[in-house]
Every structure is written in C-alpha cells, then in structure tokens.
C-alpha cells in the first residue's frame, strides 16, 4: 500500500515539471517575438508606420475639377462646367451661432433656423449652400477657400470652398437626352449619367493637417499636393446636329402646345449608321435648375416610355410578306365593308373598304386588309419577324433607362390578339425601336445600333475612343426592303395617308399611325385618347434620314397624317437645308412624269385652261436659298413671285416650306422660320 502511494506522487511530481517546461518554453517564444516586433518597429525603417501616424493628423482632401464638356458633331458646346463658389461650416469652431446665423441668413436668403440646426450639427462639416450666385459670393469673398476663417472673426467657422458647376448653355434644348448633374458633380441622368466616370475622371486630392479634436488647421500655405493616380476628364462629341436638334424640339412643341398634347417626341436617325441626328421629348426641363421641375419631365421619351404603335407596326406584316414571297403588290383582298367579325370580337376600318389591292392596304392603312394578308404569314413567322426587327429587346444604344418593350410570346397569341398585333395594339414598342425598324428597310434590310457618341476626346483633343457603327443583324432581302419602299412611296402619294408628310423634290417612304389608348380605369380602349405618329426616310430610293414623329392625346384631332406628317415634313425641310441633301426631281419633272399635272386635279385648272399658261410661267422661277438672310431681305426676295408668304420666329432665316430649287407655283404659300443668330 505504501509502494502504491510512493508511485502515484512521483507520476504527479512528473506532470507539473512537464506544465512547467511548457509553460516556460511558451514564455520565451513570447518574449523572442516582442523583441523581433520591437527591432521591426523601433529599429529597422516602416513607411507604412510613417503614412498610418500621418492619417492621425492629416485629412485627405478631394478636389473638385470640372467635369469634361459634350458637344455636338460639329463642336458646338451644349454642357461645359464654370468655376462656382459654395458655403459650409465647421459646427465645432463657430463661438457666436446666433450673430453667424443672422449674418448667413440675411446674405443666402436661408431660414435662420435652419443655419442654426446646421451648426448644431455634430458632424465636422456642414454645407450651408452649395453653388452660390456671383452676389452670395461677394458676400463671402474675405473668408479663405482652404482652411479655417481668422481667428476672432465672428464669421469664424464659415468655408469658402471652390467648386465646379455645370452649366447648359442651351438651357431647355436635348434636356432629357444629355441630363443634368448633382451638386457633388456626378450625373443624375441622360447622357451625364451612362457616360459620368469618363467625363468626371478621378480628382487629386489635398491634404490638411488637423488637430487632436479632429479639427482642420493652417492656412492655404500649409496644404500640399498629392496628385496620386488620376484619370484626366473627357470630352464627348456626339451624333446629334444642335440646330436639326432645335428645330425638331420647337416643331414638336408647336404642335403639342397647339392641339393641347399630353407630350410628345421625336427622332431622326442616319439609317446608313445608326447614328442619331436629333432626340427630342416634350415637355423637358431647364437643366440648369434641374430641382425646380418634377422627376417625370427628365424621362428620355424615346428610349423610356412605351407605347402601342398602332398602323405603322402595318409594315411589319408587309415585311414579313414581301419576304417570303407571299404576296405581290397587285394582290386583292376583301376587307368586309369595314366590318369583320373574329369569335365574339369586331374589328373596324375608318372607312368600309370593299376589295384593296395589297398596296391599297398600306396607302390607306386597312385593319381588316392588313389582318388577312397576316393570316397568309401566319402567326410563328410574324412573331419571328417582330423579334428580328428588334421589338421586344433593348437597342443596346449608348444611354441608360432604355426600356425593351412588351411583346407576348407566341403560344399565349389568340385569334383576336394576332388581329390586333396585326394592326399595332397589344404590343408595346419605344420610339426608338420603331425609328430602327424603318431605318432597316431603308438601309435595305440591315438592322444597325443605334450610337449617340461619336467620340471621346481628352482635353488636348486626342481621340481617345470613336464609335464604330456596328450592323446587328440582317433582316431582310434587299429586294424585299425595295420592294416595301416603293409600296410605303404610295402613303404619301395624294390619295395616301401620310400625304401631308411630302416635301416637294423629294420621294418619301413612311406609314401614318393612329393608335388608340388603353384606358387604365375600364381596361378598354379609349375612343378620346390616341397616340398620333408618322414615321418615314428620304430621299426614298436613296435613303439618308428616318424622321420619327408621336404626339400623346392630341385635342381635336387626332390622325397620324394630319398630326405628326406636317412635323415629319417641317423637320425633313430643315434636315435638307442643313444637310445639303439636294432635291431629286424639280416641281416641272414631277408634273411631267406624273399622270395628272402637279397643282392641277378635279378641283383645279384642267391642262388646257387658259390659266395654266400663267402658272407654267410663274412656275418657271425656283424657289431661292434663304437661310442666313434677315426677314427684310427674305422679303424683298420673294416679293413680285406670285407667292404667299408667312413669318416664323425672328432673327435670320433657319428654314423654308418651299425647298430651294423647286419651282414656284401662283398661290403657293411659303413659310419661312427665323430664329435669332
């Protein structure tokens, strides 16, 4: 027993020697690893140490820079960033709130109460106002920039800090399509916002030293540079031409002010590239004071707002029946009288059409006509077409917000709903997508991106990224877009819908829409609220513009051809003028080619009336270039020509109804656009 017990205390003896020599060895790694961590730091250099002790007492500081400039393609500025001054405080220096509060109130037109919850802050720093008129800032002008204000001041406390401000000099023109931008200098939307990074770049930054309390100390003097790594600004030149850009916005907001539209918009595009001429919504907004208008009005409508297109999505079933071949333009179908009955649903036309040729279908835009020639397509063809012609998908344009649209798939397609497709309701489509579906049949069947950058440039005017035009996709056969182009000339032939929409010289492709609204209260189309459009090319057999025109619930009248034709027309008269796209046939060679004479008809003179004899003389003088003139010298142009004419605007001539070359008829009315140089 005594054996036993003498054991067991030597095996206890042997574990807390061994505790020992563990805990012992533990000890003197410890030891040998504080005195290597204190060589490293005391001893051996640490820069990384240094930079940590500075940040206790500096304060990295971001220098604003001005954002890069957008101009348009010929280099004309449309948003530029100015030096501007704002106001903010350091709550913990200010000793006399009330005597600050009423000195900054009275100069910033500010509550007093709320300078004072400002300086009752416990942040650090405090904006008052940001980007002061010149008059505040002159106010201000003795406080410092950097730094803190003279000690004893009773403005002791106030920061004078230099910002950048953008500024629009242009005011309301392409408001939507470039943006605006926000007080820290970052876009908010448009063109500002997709392209912010390149045109804000990286700014360097300032250090200032602080003290224990956090707060900031020396003068200008005692701030230094850190360049760092920085990304210069850029400079965007687009594809939009200012003065089409102006005379697009000012024809669609005539017209939407005149017949009391809800809003509108307008595009016009190079179907040879895609490249966007002009963008224009209505109503916009001011950018400048981007704060005082509601968010609604910086919606971009041609990219961000859908729409039932109505009679021209028509030339979507004519495509897809041109392509395959289906039908031929002399083709005849029965259109019901204007009435056709599909299961417990009715279909209408505007007039009760007897038998149309398929061409008669477009150039008076049939419902029940255009429905039959897409029973021959059938329902997976047409919906594959659509696709094709990119509804349903985005654009890929270079602009943030783009919406894609809505189309059902096929397999949840009723009899009812292809009728309606058929004709343009039931699907919902942007601008945009309906401007690049004509632009695909005038570029011949390819289907391009749509691009509003042209390049970027960095300050020294290098080129530092230029657009490359980029083809999606073919559509269709090249025949078959011709094809379809000599039909779409017949809508804005005399007996056509889009009559309105001819300009004189030139031949115009395009379709009339005139789509009713659904009524979001009874679920029903409306029989008040229509979306009224035209969309067309030209010179037809040679294409260099699409014009897209829509205007949302006009008042009083409501047909695409009398609505948004005379706009289509007004603006491709400005595009030619400012283009240089010369006329293809004089006023005499239209006549002569046509099967009746040019002015003459049923209701006008008969070739061999004695009256025509004088019409054929004045005709004999062209129709003169006014642009740049004064209004006195248009005037005195024109005077002793037989003519009418009607003023627009004030300043120089921008524009005329009549285009250059073309001859002048007796009677003939000409208007003429001014707008100040």
């Known amino acids: 027993m005594m054996k036993e017990r003498i054991f067991v205390h030597e095996t206890g003896r042997q574990g807390i020697k061994k505790r020992l020599l563990i805990t012992g060895f533990c000890l003197l790694i410890g030891f040998v690893i504080v005195i290597a961590r204190s060589y490293q730091l005391q001893v051996r250099p640490q820069k990384k140490l240094g930079r940590l002790a500075l940040q206790q007492y500096q304060k990295k500081v971001p220098e604003t ?25 350091h709550p913990r220096q200010v000793k006399e709130q009330e005597e ?11 509550p007093k109460k709320a300078i004072l919850a400002s300086l ?3 942040s650090k720093f405090v904006w008052l106002k940001r980007h002061l008129s010149a008059k505040e800032t002159a106010h201000f002008q003795d ?118 539209a809800k809003g509108g918009s307008a595009i016009v595009m190079d179907p040879t590239n895609g490249a966007i001429l002009a963008m224009a919504s209505y109503p916009s907004f001011n950018p400048n004071s981007y704060t005082s208008y509601d968010l609604s009005l910086w919606k971009n409508k041609s990219v961000a707002e859908m729409f039932e297109p109505g009679s021209t999505f028509k030339t979507i079933v004519a495509a897809a029946a041109l392509e395959d071949n289906l039908v031929q333009a002399t083709d005849k179908f029965f259109c019901e009288n204007g009435s056709f009955r599909i299961g417990k649903n009715t279909i209408h036309d505007h007039d009760p059409y007897g038998t149309l040729t398929f061409l008669d279908i477009l150039k008076v835009s049939s419902n029940i006509g255009i429905y039959k020639i897409q029973q021959k397509v059938g ?27 809505r189309v059902l798939p096929v397999s949840r397609w009723s009899e009812i709903d292809t009728a309606s497709i058929s004709f343009g309701q039931g699907v919902g489509v942007t ?45 269709l056969r090249e025949e078959t877009a011709h094809r379809l182009t000599q039909i779409l000339k017949t809508v804005v032939s005399e007996e056509g ?64 051809g009398q609505v948004a034709a005379p706009i289509f027309r007004n603006i491709a008269l400005a595009a030619v003028q400012k283009l240089g796209i010369h006329p293809e046939k004089t006023v005499q060679q239209v006549a002569t080619q046509s099967k009746e004479p ?53 300043g120089v001539a921008v524009g005329q109804s009549l285009a250059p070359g073309t001859a002048i008829k007796e009677g003939a009315l000409c208007q003429v656009f001014f707008q100040p140089e």
């Open 65 to 89: 820079i001005g954002r890069g400039s957008i101009y348009d393609r010929h280099g004309e500025e449309l948003a530029v960033s100015v030096p501007s001054y704002s106001l903010g405080v």
């Open 100 to 110: 600050l509060a009423r000195f900054a109130s009275a100069d910033l037109s500010l």
């Open 120 to 122: 009752s802050s416990s």
């Open 143 to 260: 406080l410092p920039t950097k730094g803190e204000s003279p000690k004893g001041s009773s403005l002791n406390g106030l920061q004078l800090v230099k910002e950048s401000k953008r500024f629009y000099p242009n005011k309301e023109l392409a408001s939507p399509l470039i943006g605006a931008v926000g007080y820290d200098n970052r876009g908010l939307s448009g063109l500002e916002l997709y392209y912010d990074k390149t045109l804000r770049g990286t700014p360097t930054h300032e250090v200032a030293y602080r003290d224990a309390r956090g707060e900031i100390f020396g003068t200008e003097e005692g701030l230094e540079q850190t360049p760092g790594l920085q990304q210069q600004k850029a400079h965007l030149v687009l594809t939009v031409d200012r003065q089409l850009q102006f005379i697009t916005e000012r024809e669609l907001q005539m017209t939407a002010s005149r017949l009391k």
């Open 379 to 405: 329902r997976a063809r047409f919906y594959e077409i659509i696709r094709n012609f990119g509804f349903g998908d985005k654009t890929d344009i270079d602009y943030p917000g783009e919406i894609s649209g």
């Open 431 to 475: 601008a945009l997508q309906m401007t690049n579906a004509f632009a695909t049949i005038a570029s011949g069947g390819l289907r391009w991106r749509p691009y509003l950058v042209q390049k970027i440039v960095d300050e020294q005017g290098k080129v530092l990224k230029e657009a490359s035009p980029r083809i999606v996709k073919r559509v």
């Open 497 to 560: 819908t889009g009559k309105l929409a001819s300009l004189p010289g030139y031949t115009i492709a395009g379709k009339t829409g005139t789509a009713q609204k659904l009524d979001p209260k009874t679920k029903r189309y409306s029989h008040s609220k229509y979306l009224s459009s035209f969309v067309g090319y030209f010179p037809a057999d040679s294409p260099r513009l699409v014009i897209f025109v829509a205007i949302d619930e006009p008042v009083g009248i409501t047909y695409g």
């Open 598 to 650: 040019v002015g003459t008809g049923p209701a006008g003179p008969s070739p061999t009336h004695p009256k025509s004899a004088v019409s054929a003389e004045v005709a004999a003088s062209a129709m003169p270039d006014l642009r740049g003139l004064s209004m006195r010298q248009a005037i005195s142009l024109l005077e002793g020509r037989g003519m009418k004419i009607e003023l627009r605007g004030t």
